[in-house]
């Protein structure tokens, strides 16, 4: 379509040679996820077994070495808490950000803000929540739901950063339909505005939730790991990033075959709660 | 962004809202004033304590002497992080040189060459690299990509002794090998980022070039790469900044050692892996603690100042044209 005017041979293979250069990079860019994929499966699925899911690391030198029971449920329980901590603060803001604050200063301030935080590597908020409250003041001690702060801090601006971009999608017309109707502020948000907007919020939390379930750093001085399956929040807890990141460096190949099945175990959940992320905007025709 | 048009309550509107209902939007108005300003002073406190925290270390050695004493070592109590710097400067740069140029030309053939039936899906790929969680990166480099690299290494090293920072004896976990794997953990921001960036190029401008006779790459040299030079940067910047805080992959594939390595096939050390594997060991109070919180702060600090000036490149040719800066943040 482009050969109109006669392109020279030259011009025609720089073409192509750079299309290929191109495409070349998107190939060694996906090759990683590919060949990660393809170990994680090779190396995973010998381990998998019923007993893998339902029992808990038995800790023994010798023998058996036991599942990853109590890290699935670990994992669970200290990202659903965090869940409960972040989403709820991140749309809060995100509302004041979209809704009443605009441009204003306090807004602009807190947005800026919002953006340093994206960009601190989350060991440091593990460092935060060890200095605050495993070592300092009357709270001391190791315990899940320090670990679960700790994610919140990671997932709070994910969830404000894609809470406000789908608050904005919402068209002012239904705010000032609602307005005019005699409808007071605090009414518009809550059964127009945020309703409308669900479907975003949605995908912005899973989002989230993905990237918090994966994640080893913050959890290393907060949560610290067990090995018994515990409910408590108050007690240190297993979960399934720091059980690899234990098993890795275990001499013992038992343990290393266990680390792949829980990474296996790990990609799969995480893959579906991103799934989940994209039908959720699908319905929303966000992306 | 259209502007809502802020209905106030004293006018019209008035009259039909109770006094009730007013209320309760300035308890709404305030009481979402006071969260957003909770997170701030949350932040504060944050930075506040990290820095007290830190004080004893940065004060024993001075922040200077902390930073470029060149000997990090727990057993004599002396701590010195050039080594750790060092290394994470080392470890980011390789990860930027290997995984940039590859980031771009994806971004590159997604926007500009691939078939729209594939584009999506490309796009929902290149994504899905940022969701394998890094403890599986570090994993997968432990047990495969070490042994399978350490052949070529030992190779690329013996022939290309006469570079530098080449040469000798390659030892498994090393700076490259940690660059490498950095290097794919920086490829989705960079690559999602410069995607948004190039989507930004007016069609009009894309279409003149090609219509004036331009092949498809001339129209990507004349017409969109000048115009996303300073996105495609903080794109790379805010790279870097990833790479530089990334902790558990490199810590499993760094090889811990708090000694400057004479090539990028050594052992070495970064902040952030330092303290994963000390954190543990030290003891509550001790100067060791101490002196890893100011490793952690130092890394703070090297972060904020690169993505600050991802950021600045971003608002700087966003204040010639149109507005980027949101969708470099997510």
Do not use: C
């Not at chain 1, 393809?38 to 893998?52: M, N, W």
């Not at chain 1, 907007?197 to 290393?220: D, K, M, Y």
């Not at chain 2, 809502?4 to 979402?32: C, E, F, M, Y």
């Amino acid at each position: 379509m482009n050969t109109l005017a006669v392109t020279s041979p030259r011009r025609r293979r720089v073409d192509s040679l750079a299309r290929w250069a191109l495409l070349a990079g998107v190939v060694l860019a996906l090759a990683p996820l590919a060949l990660v994929l393809l170990y994680v499966l090779k190396r995973g699925v010998g381990a998998l077994s019923l007993s893998f899911f339902t029992t808990d690391p038995t800790g023994a030198f010798f023998g058996d070495q036991g599942g990853i029971k109590s890290a699935i449920l670990g994992t669970i329980e200290i990202v659903a808490l965090a869940t409960a901590i972040a989403v709820p603060i991140g749309v809060t803001l995100a509302v004041y950000l979209n809704e009443i604050g605009r441009k204003s200063k306090l807004a602009m301030t807190v947005r800026y803000f919002v953006d340093v935080l994206t960009g601190v590597p989350s060991i440091l908020f593990g460092l935060f929540i060890y200095i605050v409250f495993v070592v300092g003041g009357m709270l001391t001690g190791f315990a899940a739901w320090k670990g679960s702060a700790a994610l919140a801090l990671l997932m709070l601006p994910i969830v404000t950063r894609t809470s406000e971009v789908s608050l904005a999608l919402v068209p002012d017309s239904l705010r000032e339909a609602a307005l005019a109707l005699g409808a007071p502020r605090w009414r518009v948000i809550l059964r127009v505005v945020l309703p409308t907007a669900l479907p975003g919020l949605l995908t912005g939390g899973l989002l989230a939730v993905a990237r918090a379930s994966g994640e080893t750093a913050p959890l290393l001085f907060t949560v610290l790991g067990a090995q018994a399956t515990t409910f408590s929040l108050g007690a240190q807890m297993n979960s399934l990033p720091l059980q690899i990141f234990n098993d890795v460096r275990e001499p013992n190949p038992q343990l290393v075959t266990r680390a792949w099945g829980a990474a296996l175990t790990l990609i799969v959940m995480i893959l579906l709660i991103n799934l989940a992320a994209r039908l959720a905007a699908r319905r929303n025709h966000l992306r | 962004m259209v502007e809502v048009i802020n209905v106030p309550h004293t006018v019209s509107g008035a009259r039909l809202k109770s006094r009730r209902a007013l209320q309760a939007d300035v308890i709404l108005r305030w009481s979402l004033r006071v969260t957003a300003l909770s997170m701030l002073a949350v932040l504060g406190y944050f930075f506040v304590r990290l820095a007290i925290t830190a004080e004893p270390a940065l004060s024993h050695f001075g922040i200077l002497g902390f930073i470029f004493t060149n000997n990090w070592d727990v057993a004599h109590n002396i701590f010195g992080a050039w080594p750790l710097v060092v290394g994470t400067l080392i470890t980011s740069i390789v990860a930027l040189v290997l995984g940039v140029p590859v980031a771009i030309a994806a971004a590159l053939y997604v926007t500009e060459f691939a078939p729209s039936r594939l584009r999506s899906t490309l796009a929902l790929l290149l994504d899905l690299l940022a969701a394998v969680p890094s403890v599986v990166y570090g994993l997968w480099g432990v047990f495969i990509l070490i042994p399978d690299l350490k052949p070529a290494e030992q190779w690329f090293s013996n022939t290309f002794s006469f570079l530098p920072f080449v040469g000798g004896q390659v030892s498994g976990p090393n700076y490259f090998i940690a660059g490498l794997i950095l290097a794919i953990m920086i490829i989705p921001i960079v690559s999602a980022v410069s995607r948004e960036v190039l989507a930004t190029v007016p069609l009009q401008e894309k279409e003149g070039a090609l219509a004036l006779g331009a092949t498809r790459w001339e129209m990507i040299r004349l017409a969109v790469l000048p115009r996303s030079r300073a996105g495609i940067t903080s794109a790379a910047m805010l790279g870097l900044g990833r790479a530089i805080g990334e902790t558990i992959a490199v810590t499993l594939v760094i090889g811990s050692s708090p000694v400057i390595g004479h090539q990028i096939f050594n052992q070495g050390y970064t902040l952030a892996a330092v303290i994963a594997n000390e954190f543990g060991e030290a003891t509550p109070g001790s100067l060791h603690i101490s002196a890893l919180i100011a490793a952690g702060l130092v890394l703070l600090v090297l972060t904020l100042v690169v993505n600050g000036i991802a950021r600045g490149i971003i608002i700087r040719s966003d204040r010639r044209r149109g507005s980027i800066a949101d969708k470099a943040v997510a």
